[in-house]
């Protein structure tokens, strides 16, 4: 299973972007059920979670500090997940990377990175004051 994030990039403050992870590899369908999520890394600071969602009813999970900013969706047909990220501030800036889990993971525990099984390259998100 390969996943591909794209779409960061260079921004002001208060603009927006839209990160796309794609899903690549022989039985990843069978994963589309399951918990996809998007956690970030900003300079000298440890991965984070971003924005979570659950494929069979969608459930979706954020953060704080991004909640009614940030959207979180998937598009089964495609396995691709995407992060729409509004109102965008200079502390959002860091690499974002995408992730997925193989099996089914309680909700209390979609936020741990340890969770994941399978991870994307990043994408560099800079957002400028």
């Known amino acids: 299973v390969q996943l591909q994030a794209s779409g960061g990039g260079l921004v002001q403050s208060g603009g927006s972007l839209r990160l796309s992870c794609a899903a690549s590899?022989?039985?990843?369908?069978?994963?589309?059920?399951?918990?996809r999520g998007w956690f970030r890394q900003g300079p000298g600071k440890e991965r984070e979670f971003v924005a979570a969602?659950?494929?069979?009813?969608?459930?979706?999970y954020y953060t704080d500090s991004v909640k009614g900013r940030f959207t979180i969706s998937r598009d089964n047909a495609k396995n691709t997940v995407y992060l729409q990220m509004n109102s965008l501030k200079p502390e959002d800036t860091a690499v974002y990377y995408c992730?997925?889990?193989?099996?089914?993971?309680?909700?209390?525990?979609?936020?741990?990175?340890?969770?994941?099984?399978?991870w994307g390259q990043g994408t560099q998100v800079t957002v400028s004051s």
């Open positions: 590899g022989r039985s990843f369908t069978s994963y589309n059920s399951n918990v």
């Open positions: 992730a997925a889990v193989a099996s089914y993971i309680i909700t209390s525990r979609v936020g741990r990175p340890d969770e994941y099984d399978y």
């Open positions: 969602i659950r494929g069979s009813g969608g459930g979706t």
